[in-house]
């Protein structure tokens, strides 16, 4: 890595904390549902959308390259994520249809080898500019739930998702 960033790395650690921010909207099932009803059906959505603990899960819709979502999946595993990690803490706002995540990794600087001579370098330094500085990304997505407790069939909901990237540089290694 360039000056300052291997300046400041040669002593600390840099962590990538990402983190999500999971508001979801279900669309009754039917007409006639009971108000009490459908509360208890997006609690069971949200147990449903808890158990969808895959990072890259919800940014893996497009499989195209160039995309800001590849382009970020790239980042973030050059960095220090790999494609099936899982959030490290998951958990459902209570009264809430949100559901908050958040993982950290340890920033790679030890990339070496064939890995050195590609992209995955400048990737990793990519992310050095989030340090301070959080960047947020915000989406929408239409899904369908199967196995959603109450719900015959499959379950539509809307969910907006907002991820927060930021850096931080701690301490002596």
């Keep these: 890595m360039p ?7 040669q002593d600390r650690a840099g962590i990538i904390v990402l983190r999500e921010d999971l508001d979801f909207y279900c669309i009754p099932p039917r ?7 459908m509360i208890e059906i997006k609690r069971a959505a949200g147990k449903a959308l808890l158990r969808q603990d895959g990072i890259f899960s919800g940014l893996r819709k497009s499989e195209e390259p160039g995309t800001t979502e590849q382009h970020l999946i790239e980042m973030l595993t050059a960095g220090g994520f790999d494609h099936s990690d899982q959030w490290g803490h998951r958990a459902a706002e209570p009264n809430k249809a949100v559901i908050c995540s958040i993982a950290l990794a340890r920033l790679r600087t030890d990339i070496r080898g064939e890995a050195a001579n590609s992209n995955a370098v400048g990737m990793a330094q990519k992310l050095l500019l989030f340090w301070r500085k959080p ?16 719900v015959e069939g499959k379950l539509k909901v809307w969910i907006r998702r ?11 290694r």
Aim: with cysteine; charged share 35%.
């Design 3 to 9: 000056g300052n960033a291997r300046d400041m790395l």
């Design 162 to 172: 907002v991820w927060t990237l930021e850096m931080s540089v701690i301490g002596l």
């Design 31 to 37: 007409r006639d549902i009971e108000q009490t009803e």
């Design 135 to 150: 960047a947020r990304r915000c989406w929408w997505e239409g899904v369908e739930l199967d196995d959603v407790e109450g």
